[in-house]
């Protein structure tokens, strides 16, 4: 209790004096600080990450015993006992405020996959490997013993379910000892690890109940106790029953926003957790009381500005080259075009309050790269090859076009995202062509290329042999990418980065981009928020997720389980559930991930949905059937599916994503095939019912907190249907999904 009684005596001492700021405003902490993930017997917590300096820390104390913390330089170390609590508390007293974070524990075990290579189907096999999600898909070779025949795969893993296949001689095979397969949304299947967990009984849960104007009631279950913090200080929460009651700081009302947050656990686990707004130290309960830097409200739409609206006719210069066919050159969509598109209500209409661009750094003027059957070359259309970290590309528009559009947007109630790339740069760029020795080599010892080679050398890798990737392990080399970002939110006022291949890029990067970025927006005065795109493993992704790193990233792994869910008959509504509660249970209740029905990377949804594209083919296939065949839809079943897939994205927690054009449908493979010119007229009946509906999903989402900021709980999950709830308070928002018939129900209640 020293740091709650501590944080009365602050409170006191503001009040009294007649002051109109509060901790907060004085606070060495910027935003709300993430909680501390234990992992294995040591955690070692950069201290940069929380703090705006580094040497300010007095004294840390925790609240369990089994915890041993240490403070050396720049860093905290945590040691972990084998008795340490689910969620403890850890308080760091920093010139004479006591900052509180959460700390989760690590609860993995050891869990074993055995081989028999008495089986038949391994008996001959010379070389026996495994990869899967725990080995983030890349090839794991390294056994942890034989014995009589039977090979040990040991792996320290979290309770779930884990996809995996075995690898004999180089090929990828079903494990012939486990009968547990799942499909692999690909027209195969994998085998699945189940490493079991506490009962739902056991679980500890938590839930907003009601709340008056100085104190919040939490209902609970299963819950022994629970931690409070108002911003990144805790308060006192007094358990009564079932139930704690949490006194809203009397300070608060001095913040314009600030926020409630509550983590619960019991000897078993921790709970779900609850996030609730205040402003001026009033619980909200209007949405329309948020605003843009609330970005648990945003709703994304993404585009290529290329193949959205030509907007400005006189900067169309395609590439002068033959080897490039019509689908791999520029169209002529520009900023302009957004900025018509904005001005004529078409975002404000559907009901998004972001918009995502492609990145508009000016690219080659000449074609590269090749695909073969049919031949083609590309152009660098999509943005993704700069050869400047800092120039408009002429095609898209000018500097004054960008600001422009920034005004217009803002002036629209519109955030805009800047799609930026760090990792790679095009050959012609002048910081290759002056630094050749800040790239990692093309080269591998064995004299192999380094290309493509995502997992095995991914922080080193080249996209192709035109794009170097930049060695931002150097801290120059780091600083001068960094910098060019930086630009973009002072020169132009974006209000964030999606930031390209961020897994190929290390951690130094992204915390001294986010030291930068949290400058800026404190001159500001608003959060300039990051996303990232990482492939891998649940882990993985939350690796690059903190208070020292990025805001959220696109939760790929819901997207590939939702995917064959929702567009095909085979797999059941039970995976898209346990999918959904990995998520939860590694990013929170109350993340900030990019849910998708789709990417520029990906043949559109809806060509899978109706079956017009199967789900075993490799990428390359994909891309070959849009070059060669003419691809629609053909099934009306597939606008269903699109609306019963958006209608999930639209009412579970994160950020709903639209990838231009699914709003109506749209068709396509593999790209360029994914990435055709966006339709605004002449729409079929059955694409303008779907952008209509699309259009109530999100109006329903932005009108009710419950799908904002409410609690979920999953109600029921069977192969065909899966039902949650989300409540906040009050207001209670139930949905149901169906694979029996396509169709989803979403029931609204208010308990007055």
Known sequence: MKNIIYLACIVALITSCGKTSS????????????????????????????????????????????????????????????????????????????????????????????????????????????????????????????????????????????????????????????????SNGMGGHNNVLEVKG?????????????????????????TDDVYAYWNNFRIEARKEGTHFKILIPPFAKYEVRSHIRVFGYNTVAASNDLLIPLAKGKVITNPRKLNNSDWHSSIMYFMMVDRFVNGDTTNDEPVDDPAILPKAQYYGGDIKGITQKIKEGYFSDLGVNTIWISPITQNPTNAWGQFNDPDTKFSGYHGYWPITSTTVDYRLGSSSDVKEMLRVAHNNGLSVLLDYVANHVHEQHSVYQKHKDWVTPLYLPDGTMNTEKWDEYRLTTWFDTFLPTLDLRKQEVANFMIDSAIYWITEYDFDGFRHDATKHIPNNFWRTLNKKVKNVSQE????????????????????????GLLDAQFDFNMYDNALPVFATDEASMTRLGEALEASLSTYGYHHLMGNITGNQDKPRFISYADETLNMNLSGNDYKRIGWKQNIEVQDSIAYRKMAMFSAFNMTIPGI???????????????????????????????????????????????????????????IENSDSTLTYRRSYFDASITITLDKSNWSYEIFEIHDN
């Not at 500890?204 to 100085?214: A, G, H, V």
């Not at 005065?525 to 649940?538: A, C, D, N, R, V």
């Open 656 to 714: 709903p994503i639209i990838y231009y054009g699914d709003e109506i449908g749209m068709a396509g493979a593999g790209d360029p095939d994914n990435r055709r010119m966006m339709r605004f007229e002449n729409l079929k009946e059955q694409e303008a019912n779907l952008q209509k509906e699309i259009s109530n999903l999100i109006k329903l989402r932005n009108e009710h907190m419950a799908l904002l900021y409410g609690d979920f709980d999953i």
């Open 23 to 182: 901790t907060y405003s004085d606070s060495k902490i910027y935003g709300l600080a993430s909680p501390i993930q234990l992992v294995g017997d040591t955690t070692r917590v950069v201290q940069s990450d929380y703090f705006t300096s580094t040497v300010i820390i007095d004294s840390i104390v925790s609240d369990d015993k089994a915890l041993k913390v240490s403070h050396v330089d720049d860093f905290i170390f945590i040691v972990a006992g084998r008795n340490s609590k689910a969620i403890s508390n850890l308080t760091v007293f920093a010139e004479g405020l006591p900052y509180s974070f959460v700390v989760k524990g690590s609860k993995s075990d050891f869990s074993t996959i055995s081989v028999d290579l008495k089986l038949k189907e391994l008996k001959d096999c010379r070389v026996i490997g495994i990869k899967g999600e725990f080995t983030n898909w890349g090839m794991d070779g390294t056994l942890e013993k034989p014995m009589d025949s039977v090979y040990l795969f040991k792996y320290q893993l979290k309770p779930g379910k884990y996809q995996y296949k075995l690898v004999a001689d180089g090929k990828e095979i079903d494990d012939p000892s486990n009968p547990l397969k799942i």
């Open 198 to 222: 506490p009962s739902k009984d056991e679980l500890p849960s938590i839930s907003t109940d009601s709340f008056t104007k100085t104190e919040i009631i939490i209902s609970s279950e299963n």
């Open 524 to 547: 500001k005065g608003k959060y300039i928020f990051q996303i990232g795109e990482t492939y891998g493993t649940h882990d993985l992704i939350n690796s690059y997720i903190g208070s």
